[in-house]
């Protein structure tokens, strides 16, 4: 296991369609970015990009936020605020 990830964090303002999705996907690969943190995110799913963990919390007004990590990094603790407007968590390097 390394002892430092990759992070970077995106407001993407919806990012709900197929071409959207796979150029999140192709630059989350091309910098070999580990975990990301996605915010105003209006689609529920992200467990079609290849490689990757979608931890998500979509609030009651239809936006949240989500955090994506490589297979391999374990979160624990994940704690979501109920207005899909923020989340916590832990792991282990």
């Known amino acids: 296991m390394p002892n430092s990830y990759k992070t970077a964090t995106l407001n993407i303002n919806g990012l709900a369609t197929t071409p959207w999705i796979a150029m ?3 630059f989350l ?3 070999e970015i580990d975990i990301i943190f996605l915010e ?7 467990d079609d990009i290849r490689g990757f963990v979608a931890h998500t919390n979509i609030g009651t007004i239809g936006r ?3 955090i994506l ?3 391999n990094i374990q ?5 979501c605020l109920q207005a899909g407007r923020g ?5 282990k390097m």
């Open 29 to 31: 690969h091309k910098h």
């Open 87 to 91: 989340m916590a968590t832990m792991f």
């Open 69 to 71: 990590t490589r297979d």
């Open 40 to 46: 105003k995110v209006t689609r529920p799913v992200f």
């Open 75 to 79: 979160l624990t603790n994940i704690v």
């Open 64 to 66: 949240g936020t989500v």
């Open 24 to 26: 999140l996907e192709d």
